[in-house]
Nanobody, 129 residues
């Protein structure tokens, strides 16, 4: 059974940093891309960043470029999202998700929720001003 478990959320002041983790189990990661999404209060879910497990190729949404960094640790089957220079607009529930790509980097649908097969339950990030 595929499982994705997020951790690392919390309360941080504006300008601060957080590192989120997504622990993976129960499926062949080598054929998947792992994405981070977020959902702010009253808004829909939005793609933040994704990484292709096989070759480490990464993509970022425009608002995340330069502030967020996605990475993976093959030894412990975990994907991280390092977030820096946070603002109150980054307040959201952050979810990780897995999309079957056959090992290829995710394409133009990388930010579509329907692209992803498995989801975690999310971790809350709150940024105070």
């Amino acid at each position: 059974e595929a499982r994705l478990v997020e951790s690392g959320g919390g309360l941080v002041q504006a300008g601060g940093s957080l590192r989120l983790a997504c622990a993976l189990s129960g499926f062949n990661f080598d054929n998947y891309a792992i994405g981070w999404f977020r959902q702010a209060p009253g808004k829909g879910r939005r793609g933040v960043s994704c990484i292709n497990w096989r070759d480490g190729a990464t993509h970022y949404a425009d608002f995340a470029e330069g502030r967020f960094a996605i990475s993976r640790d093959n030894a412990i089957n975990t994907v991280y999202l390092q977030m820096s220079n946070l603002t109150p607009e980054d307040t959201a529930i952050y979810f990780c998700a897995a999309a079957f790509t056959g090992g290829h980097p995710p394409g133009r649908t990388r930010w579509a929720e329907s692209t992803y097969d498995y989801w975690g339950t999310g971790t809350q990030v709150t940024v105070s001003s």
